[in-house]
């Protein structure tokens, strides 16, 4: 078999990177040639997971060398994401002219056909379905990587859990890794900057429906300039909205683009997002947890929102 290449989604969260990551620690040991591959740049947050410096990541402006690795392929692993689109429009044609066979390995829904497919709806990551691939305890490394995924898709455990993610969870302690250190970096080490950041959201951009058990967050073009939002600035916000007492749901609308706008749903108490976005911001995802994408700015798309939301109860 020739080099194993192995693709997370674009806009990577920490169950992409970090099943990346523990995929291409684990290939390592058993002395297997593997490439991590990256649509986008990996968010500042998870810049301190072991092997970030093997990370090959794809640009769009120079996709020769992209192509030669992936034509050189002897196999090639989408992790994280089961429509090859999932990747970018540019490296996801790059993956259709593949002369290898493609293998996938995730829990989101109704996934495309593969060479083979490791699928479960019911697993909390796929760093989760990762461990349950893995025949011998992993590496530290391998196990800091796939415990960030746990970690960063169930909210520290709070929610999309199994008996089979705690028993994961416990494969992955056996192997030494050194979780303090871990839960450390993701969650309670922050500048001063992000923490009055933070601040901010909170007093004058967190707004609560006056009808409805919904909250939400518009952040315009504007805004993410002036406020200088960088790769993964805004990972978790979206639960904000959803700790208001009573809420049942709350939205992310964020314009990092001009023109588009990337909205997060987040939701509880058997209110599903994942049709509400696939039927109206051409997005999908699991019940509780999606996102989705609106052609316009974040206002236009606040109130395309706020017109429709009243259907998810």
Known sequence: MG???????????????????????????????????CPDPIPDYLGFLPGTESLFVFNPTDQNPAELLLNEAGLIVLLDFSRRNRCGDELSALLAKANCPVWC????????????????????????LVVRLTS????P??????MAGLLTDTGRFQFATSPATFQAA????????????????????????????????LKDKL?????????????SFQDSKSLNLKSGATEGWVNFGLAIE??????????KEEGITRISFRSKNQVEVNRFAEKYFQGGGHKYAA?????????????????????LF
Request: glycine share 6%; with cysteine.
């Open 3 to 37: 080099k194993v290449v192995a693709i997370c989604h674009s806009r990577p969260d920490g169950d992409a990177i970090g099943s990346l990551l523990g995929w291409h620690w684990i290939c390592q040991s058993y002395g297997i040639d593997s490439l991590p591959m």
């Open 105 to 128: 390995i995730d829990h989101h829904p109704e996934p495309e056909s593969f060479d083979a497919l490791f699928h479960d709806t019911s697993a909390s990551s796929t760093s989760e």
């Open 246 to 255: 009573g809420n049942q749901a709350s939205f992310l609308l964020h314009e």
């Open 170 to 201: 416990s494969i992955l302690l056996n192997s030494d890794m050194d979780y303090r250190c871990l839960t450390d970096r993701l969650f309670e080490q922050e500048s001063l900057q992000t923490l009055r950041l933070r601040g901010h959201i």
């Open 136 to 139: 011998e305890p992993c590496t």
């Open 291 to 311: 996102g989705g994408r609106f052609e316009g700015n974040s206002a236009a798309a606040l109130q395309f929102l706020l017109e429709r939301v009243h259907e």
């Open 141 to 146: 490394q391998a196990a800091m990587c796939l």
């Open 207 to 219: 707004i609560q429906s006056p009808d409805l058990p919904i909250a939400w967050i518009e952040l």
